[in-house]
C-alpha cells in the first residue's frame, strides 16, 4: 500500500491506495479512518487504483477549527479536489457513514463525475429527513447524535482510553473487532484535535431527533432537486442499531437505477463483519450494465 498527502481545497488530506486502472475511492465515516476499507484496497487494488483517504478532521488528515468547515459542501469540494489531485475525471464513489452522507451529496452535485455510486449504511438524505422528523424509532435511535453535538462529547468518548469508542465497535464486531485493530483506531482517536473533528461533521450538520421539544433537525434539502441519476447499489446491515432498515422505504423515489443489497445478519459495521460478501456485491455490481 502506498500512502500520501493531497493539499486540496485548503486542507491536506492523508490517502492510501493500491494498484492501477480505474480509480475506485472509499470514504469512511464516524469514528473510523481509511484503515476501515484495508480489505477493500487489496480486492480492488488487484485491478482498479483503489484509495482510501482520512476524511478531514481524522487520523492524519487536517482538522480544521471552525466547526462551520465540516458542513457537507466542504466534504464534496474535498471528494472533486482528491480525484483531480489524483488525475481522474470519472470514478466508482464508496461511502459509509458520513462518507456515505458525502457520497450522496456528491452524486447529486456532480453525476457526471461517476460511473458508479455505492453506498454502505448511510441514508440518502430525503429519506433521512422524513424518519428523523417522523418515525419515533429512529428518532429513539439517534439520540446518540444529541451527545455528539454536546460540549461534552470529546470528554464522554475518551474517557478511561476511549471505551465507550471501543464499546460502540465491540458490541456488533465481539472478536472480529482484534486487539490489532483497537491499537490502530486508538491511535487513530489519539492524533491530536482528531475527536473533535469527528465530532464536527455533527455539529456543522446539527442534525439529530428532537431535543428538549424542538422539532427533528434534517439535512437541508429540496426534494425536488435529490434525484440521483448515478447507477447506485445500497449495501444496508439490516442490524443497524443507529440507522434503522426503515432508511430505505421510497428510496427508489429518489434514485431511478437502484440495487438494494439487505444483510439480515450485518450491522452499521457490515464492512467489518461479510468483507467477503460486501466485495463480491460490488465486484457483481460494477460488473453490470445500466438498468434497462
Not at 481545497?9 to 472509499?26: K, M, Q
Not at 458508479?116 to 424518519?131: D, M, T, Y
Request: proline share 7%; aromatic share 12%.
Amino acid at each position: 500500500m502506498e500512502h500520501g498527502y493531497a493539499y486540496v481545497n485548503g486542507v491536506r488530506l492523508h490517502y492510501v491506495a493500491e494498484g492501477r486502472g480505474p480509480l475506485i475511492l472509499f470514504a469512511h465515516g464516524f469514528p473510523e479512518f481509511w484503515y476501515a476499507w484495508r480489505r477493500q484496497l487489496a480486492e480492488f487494488g488487484r485491478d482498479h487504483r483503489a484509495v482510501a483517504f482520512d476524511m478531514r478532521g481524522y487520523n492524519l488528515s487536517s482538522k480544521p477549527a471552525e466547526v462551520a468547515q465540516y458542513a457537507v459542501p466542504h466534504l464534496v469540494a474535498d471528494l472533486r479536489a482528491l480525484v483531480e489531485h489524483l488525475g481522474y475525471r470519472r470514478f466508482v464513489l464508496v461511502g459509509h457513514d458520513w462518507g456515505g452522507v458525502a457520497a450522496w451529496a456528491f452524486a447529486i452535485a456532480y453525476p457526471d463525475w461517476l460511473d458508479r455510486l455505492v453506498i454502505v449504511n448511510a441514508p440518502h438524505p430525503a429519506v433521512f429527513g422524513r424518519e428523523i422528523r417522523e418515525n419515533p424509532d429512529q428518532q429513539k435511535a439517534s439520540r446518540y447524535m444529541l451527545v455528539f453535538r454536546s460540549p461534552e462529547a470529546e470528554a464522554i468518548l475518551a474517557a478511561d482510553g476511549h471505551a465507550r469508542m471501543v464499546e460502540m465497535l465491540r458490541r456488533d464486531l465481539g472478536d472480529r473487532f482484534t486487539d490489532a485493530d483497537r491499537a490502530a483506531y486508538t491511535e487513530a482517536w489519539s492524533q491530536p484535535g482528531a475527536l473533535t473533528g469527528g465530532l464536527n461533521y455533527y455539529r456543522a450538520a446539527g442534525v439529530g431527533p428532537p431535543a428538549e421539544g424542538a422539532p427533528a433537525q434534517s439535512f437541508p434539502a429540496d426534494p425536488a432537486r435529490l434525484t440521483v441519476t448515478v447507477p447506485t447499489l445500497v449495501i444496508w446491515g439490516m442490524k443497524d442499531r443507529a440507522l434503522l432498515p426503515a432508511n430505505l422505504d421510497g428510496l427508489g423515489g429518489f434514485v431511478p437505477d437502484l440495487t438494494i443489497e439487505r444483510v439480515p445478519d450485518g450491522s452499521h459495521w457490515v464492512v467489518h463483519e461479510r468483507p467477503e460478501l460486501v466485495n463480491r456485491l460490488i465486484r457483481e455490481f460494477l460488473a453490470r450494465g445500466r438498468a434497462a
